[in-house]
Each structure stands twice: as C-alpha cells, then as structure tokens.
C-alpha cells in the first residue's frame, strides 16, 4: 500500500512559521516529483510548491521568498517551511506525488495524496 501522511500543522500568529512533513511509505521517493497543494474553506484546491526528482523547485506567487520545499530521499520525507505566514495561508495542506517528468501543479496528474494537516494563522 502506498501511503503520504502529513504533520507539522497547528494555529500560529500572524509572521509564525511553521515546517510541514510529508512522510512517504510503501514506495521509492526518488521515483516521484513531489507537490504541496492547499485548500481553504469555500476554495478550490491550488498548488503551492513542487519538487522534482532532482530537487528543482517551483512556487506559486503569493508564497515566493516566504516557503521553501525539500526534499531527503534516504529518509522519505518531503517538507514545506514556512515562514511569515499570513492569514490568507490558512488552508489545510495536502502533499501529493506523480510518476511524471514534466512540470505541473494540476491536482488531476497527482497520483497518490496524504489526508492533508490543518494550517490557521489568526491573531
């Protein structure tokens, strides 16, 4: 069975940071590109960050400079730091992975996904 569980979600101040986990079990990580995507309440789900097979890095606008995502193979896990967080970041994070070379933040060419953690940022 192959498996995507996130953690490292919580309620944080506006300008907190927070680093999310993505721990994948049951397969090879290095055999997949790797994506964070969000959802808000009332939202459609968005990508927010994407890491290839060989660590090149993509973000969607609005968390440039403030999110960074990385990756370790050796030990199956796939992070998303973020740092000066806003309200607007509070969604619930969902990491997902996909066999694919080519570039994409499309939710429907994801593969496998994880059961998402709960990110509020609110004074």
């Known amino acids: 069975q192959l498996q995507l569980v996130e953690s490292g979600g919580g309620l944080v101040q506006p300008g907190g940071s927070l680093r999310l986990s993505c721990a994948a079990a049951a397969f090879t990580l290095e055999d997949y590109s790797i994506g964070w995507f969000r959802q808000a309440p009332g939202k459609e789900r968005e990508g927010v960050s994407y890491?290839?097979?060989?660590?090149?890095?993509k973000y969607v606008d609005s968390v440039k400079g403030r999110f960074t995502i990385s990756r370790d193979n050796a030990k199956k896990m796939v992070y998303l730091q973020m740092n000066n967080l806003k309200p607007e970041d509070t969604a619930i994070y969902y990491c997902?992975?996909?066999?694919?070379?080519?570039?994409?933040?499309?939710?429907?060419?994801?593969?496998?996904w994880g059961q998402g953690t709960q990110v509020t940022v609110s004074s």
């Open positions: 997902a992975a996909r066999r694919g070379l080519i570039w994409t933040m499309a939710t429907s060419l994801y593969d496998y």
């Open positions: 890491i290839s097979r060989s660590g090149g890095t």
